[in-house]
């Protein structure tokens, strides 16, 4: 918990001025719940009371849990106005850790309300949603249905040419879920590259299948987009299912193609919830696809929602290329293994390329043509748009990772 805790600062307060060390506020606690919000926002200021509402019933009930108020305020004023009436643990209106929280929990709408168990694991990212749903909190914590429990009324899967499988012979197997709709464009440009792919696969290896979960408005069009795939798919009249998978995996946006692994102890445990940039680049050799903080910038779905370092060399050989490679590799390892999940993605830009040249303009760099040497930066869209540049060019580990230690002065991209 300590390492937890340590996330919100060196304090919380109180609508009356009182301070408490977050971890004296959340040790113990089975729950803690994270409520981002803002006074700017009028759906924040409809949700609010409500929330107030469900605070002081869950209290009154013993439940053993801590709700902190991280402020996406402008101004003090109406950060002190916005607090007055909140029963619960608020983060300092100064806290830089409010930002950095809000990002690290894809706060990228309010309110949002994200409820974790006493070791900061979340349960799940749609707290809003349950509070609207269940007013009275009969469900807290509101744990999401196992995805054996979501699927125990779906007996059989769809298959190519009409053929169906029993659900029971896909416990042993990976299972990957692709959210996808034929109204959707950029799931229409996707689609054939991700049936080429099972294709190949399956030529390989028979330990995974690969379900289409539809988001079609009416069956006729699921079937003309079914039958252009290769792989599975729930069948239409599931539309409970297809609702209860979106909402446990947190699906937003689509296409989203996920992967599980086999069913253990009548659970699947979520691998990776981002597998298009393996098929895109057509990483099969790396299935199950296990989740990489580096990576080519192409493949990068990420860069608006996290911080990042970036690699350029665009106009290396192919030895110095290949050795950017190996150094963002390295980098990253001692980041994840230094910070876990909360590591820094590192990717590197060898080629020209859309994600690269936009950066480049953005951040006042050289053109690809007239970069002669290597760069790197670390890049920030959540802090609107900063980034810190550094004037090392030669890119060793060491080198890497002494800037991300020390990056210098932040610049705002134009």
């Known amino acids: 918990m300590s390492s937890f805790a340590a996330q919100f600062g060196t304090k ?62 402008n101004d003090e004023s ?53 509070v609207q749903d269940d007013f009275n909190g009969k469900n807290f914590p509101w744990k999401p249905k196992s995805m054996p429990e979501i699927m ?48 190949k696969l399956k030529a390989e290896r028979d330990d995974f299948e690969l379900l289409f979960v539809s988001s079609d408005r009416d069956e006729d069009s699921f079937k003309e987009y079914f039958g252009k795939m290769s792989f599975g798919a729930l069948p239409f009249e599931h539309r409970d299912v297809k609702s209860q998978l979106s909402k446990k995996y947190s699906v937003q946006g689509i296409p989203k193609l996920i992967i599980l692994g086999p069913e253990v102890n009548g659970e699947r445990e979520l691998i990776n919830d981002n597998v298009r940039s393996f098929i895109e680049t057509e990483a099969f050799s790396e299935f199950p696809f296990y989740k990489k903080n580096y990576g080519d910038i192409e493949s990068a779905e990420d860069l608006n929602a996290t911080k990042a370092v970036i690699l350029f060399h665009e106009n290396g050989d192919d030895d110095e290329q290949n050795e950017i490679k190996d150094v963002a590799k390295e980098v990253a390892e001692k980041l994840k293994e230094k910070d876990g999940e ?44 900063g980034y810190y540049k550094s004037d090392e060019t030669d890119l060793t580990v060491e080198n890497v990772l002494s800037f991300i230690e020390n990056p210098g002065d932040r610049k705002q991209m134009a």
């Open 12 to 73: 919380l307060v109180t609508s009356s001025n009182e301070e408490i060390s977050p971890a004296e506020a959340l040790a113990g606690k089975d729950n803690i719940l994270l409520y981002f919000s803002a006074h700017w926002c009028p759906p924040c200021r409809r949700f609010t009371p409500m929330l107030i509402q469900l605070y002081k019933k869950l209290k009154d009930e013993n439940k053993n849990f801590e709700l902190v108020f991280c402020s996406l305020d």
């Open 78 to 130: 109406a950060y002190k106005e916005y607090i007055a009436d909140m029963p619960w643990k608020c983060m300092p209106f100064e806290a830089p850790e409010s930002k950095i929280l809000a990002n690290k929990f894809k706060a990228s709408g309010i309110p949002h309300l994200v409820v974790l168990d006493g070791e900061g694991k979340v349960i799940t990212m749609d707290g809003t949603r349950e």
């Open 152 to 199: 125990s009324s779906v007996d059989t899967v769809l298959m190519k040419d009409n053929e169906t499988i029993s659900t029971s012979t896909l416990k042993d197997k990976y299972l990957m879920l692709y959210f996808s709709a034929s109204w959707c464009p950029p799931c229409r440009m996707f689609t054939p590259k991700l049936s080429e792919a099972y294709t």
């Open 342 to 385: 909360d590591a820094l993605h590192v990717y590197y830009v060898l080629s020209p390329g859309s994600f690269g040249t936009q950066i480049r303009k953005l951040a006042d760099m050289p053109t690809v043509q007239d970069a002669e040497d290597a760069a790197m930066m670390i890049i920030d869209i959540p802090d609107e748009g």
